[in-house]
Structure formats: C-alpha cells, structure tokens
C-alpha cells in the first residue's frame, strides 16, 4: 500500500484541469501548490535516508506499477494542454485568468512533461524512448534526449557541461548559458556519431533537425485546430516547462566540481557531485529525481529504488524552496556559498 504514495504526483495536474475549470483565481492552482504548499509543508517534514535492502529491490523492480504511472502521464498531459489551448480559444477568460492557467500549465509541462520524460529517457526500451520524445515536445525540448543522456551525464560537474552551474554563478546568466550551449551541444554531438556512422549531417538521419520538423509541425496543428492566435501560449508554457527544468538544473549542481586528473580526464562521477533532498513530498511529486546524487552515479536505476548516500550534500530546502530561492541571486548566495566551501574543504580532508 505504501507504494500508492506516487499517485499523490497526479494531484498537482489534476488541480489544474479543475482551476481551468473552475476559472478566476483557481486557474493559478499549479502556481500555489507548487511554490506556497509543497515548500510550507517541507518546511515541517522530515526526510528520510532510508535505502531498500536488496531483496526489496528486486522486488520493487518487478512491480510494474511504477512503469504504468510513468505512462499515464503521456495522455493526461496532452489531455490539459488541449483543454487549455481550448479554453483560450474560446475568448472568455480575463487577462488575470490567463496569466494563472498559463504559469500552472507550464508549471505542469516541466513536472508531468520533462521530469518523467527525463525519467525515461534513461530507459533502453524503444517504447519507454519514444514516449520520453512526445512528452518532450510540448517544452520544444526534444534536444534534451541527446544532450542530456551523451552530454550532461558524461560531463557534469566540469566546466564542459553546460547544464552544471558554477560557484558565485546567478541562475539568470546560467539559463542563457544552460539553454543556448545545450542546445548547441546536441547538435555537436548529433553530429560526432553521424559522423561515426558515415551518414551525412544536414539528413533525415540527424535526430536533432527531425526534433526541430516535429516541433513546427506540432505548433502547426496547434494553429490550424485552435487558431494561431494561439501559437503564443503554445510557446510560452514550453518555455516556462524548460526554464523550470533548468532552474532544476542549476541548483541540482551548484558549485559542485569533479577534479581533473593528471592525465586530463575527470575523475568519476562520484555521489557528491550532486545536491540532494530528502523532503518527502518533493521525492514523490518529482518520482524521486530529488535523490539526484544516486541517478548521476548509476544512470540506469529506475526511480523506485534510487538510494541515500551519507556523503552527497543536502540542500537547505526542498526543490521549490530551492528554485524560489535561487530566484533572488544574493538570498541563494549566502545560503548556498558557505555550504559550497565548507563541503569542498570537507572532501579535500578526506582525500
């Protein structure tokens, strides 16, 4: 019964399908259980650093219930983003009920959308792929696929990775940074392994340009069905989703470095490259992405039974908390420099 727990991420999307339905100041629903609710009650929770034994493991692999809550995303994303370009294209809604149902949509399309899609997309089965792609979309994001799996992952915590922030680094120059060199990084490396195959660049065979036909033809139907008055709110919640993600990013590793070794490679990447959060309510909205150290460290473990290390450092806050903070630079700065610096003396004395 414990593991019904996860059914407790639907209901930020749900309160939005009923804030649209519901219309004035409901409509801003995402906005406040996103950033007033969840940060106020892990103000007061606990987190837990409890790992499963082995056998729990296994067991919880088996279960496929974790996979099916995964894929249900897929329909009722799709279905709230349709019921929103609905509800705008009947000209009813006040301005101020528009800013909400945009900001909780978006707020949905980086949480339902790139979160589970990120959660996927580390998948090996072609079916788990391709959904990871379609809820990808909505964000025009689809370029995460790449970067994120060949680019983030080999390259984070060095001054390589475009998706690592820095020390002393505010999160407005790293979303122009994160979000243009990421975006540029996956053509980069779209085109080594293009190359490796001996297949031509600028061709179907280039799964970075497909992202980009796929991505015009989606905002195509969206203004051909809906009226093209419309393209603008299409495009703002993918922005807002994928700004989200980044702002995810940029506390995720903040001021974190893996050490270059004498040959020039990095050292690899180890548990404490990665800012951690054990609040509760946050591991089950996210499905756990808050254990970031241990997804870094093994890729490939599914959501349900990444693990608690003792040596990863902790952020003050939850995900929210984080992100509202790192909003106002010289807040983030003072909270988070002198905890950068004091985990950095603490590896190099344990080295």
């Not at 989703?241 to 702002?247: P, R, S, V």
């Not at 984080?322 to 106002?328: H, K, S, V």
Request: net charge neutral.
């Amino acid at each position: 019964m414990k593991d019904l727990k996860y059914l407790l991420a639907f209901i930020p999307m749900l309160a939005v399908y009923l804030g649209i339905y519901l219309g004035g100041y409901w409509t801003f629903s995402g906005v406040i259980i996103a950033f007033v609710f969840i940060p106020l009650i892990e103000q007061v929770s606990t987190g837990s650093t409890q790992n499963f034994l082995s056998e729990e493991e296994s067991n919880l692999l088996s279960i496929r219930f974790f996979d099916i809550l995964l894929y249900l995303n897929v329909p009722l994303l799709y279905g709230l983003i349709i019921y929103y370009f609905w509800t705008i294209s009947l000209g009813q809604s006040a301005t101020y009920e528009l800013v909400g149902m945009t900001l909780s949509v978006g707020i949905i399309c980086s949480t339902c959308g790139i979160n589970v899609a990120h959660e996927l997309g580390h998948r090996d089965n072609k079916f788990e792929q391709f959904l990871s792609k379609v809820l990808l979309l909505p964000e025009f994001y689809m370029h995460f696929f790449i970067e994120h799996n060949l680019g983030h992952h080999k390259n984070v915590a060095t001054s390589e990775d475009p998706a690592s922030s820095r020390y002393g680094e505010n999160i407005y120059a790293f979303f122009w940074r994160s979000v243009s060199q990421g975006y540029l990084s996956a053509w980069a490396i779209e085109g080594k392994l293009l190359k490796k195959k001996q297949q031509a660049f600028w061709g179907w065979h280039n799964r970075v340009l497909q992202f980009q036909i796929i991505q015009l033809i989606y905002l195509a139907i969206i203004g051909l069905v809906f009226g093209w008055q419309i393209l603008p709110y299409a495009i703002t919640i993918g922005i807002i989703g994928f700004l989200l993600l980044e702002a995810v990013n940029y506390i995720e590793h903040y001021g974190l470095e893996r050490k270059q070794l004498p040959s020039g490679k990095y050292e690899p990447v180890q548990p404490h490259h990665s800012w951690n959060s054990n609040h509760p309510l946050g591991r089950i909205i996210l499905y756990e992405l808050t254990r970031h150290s241990d997804h870094h460290f093994k890729s490939n473990r599914k959501y349900q039974i990444l693990r608690h290390f003792d040596e990863s450092p902790n952020l003050p806050n939850g995900y929210p908390a984080a992100i509202l903070t790192a909003l106002i630079p010289p807040l983030w700065f003072s909270s988070m420099n002198p905890r950068v610096k004091n985990f950095a003396m603490t590896m190099d004395h344990l080295d």
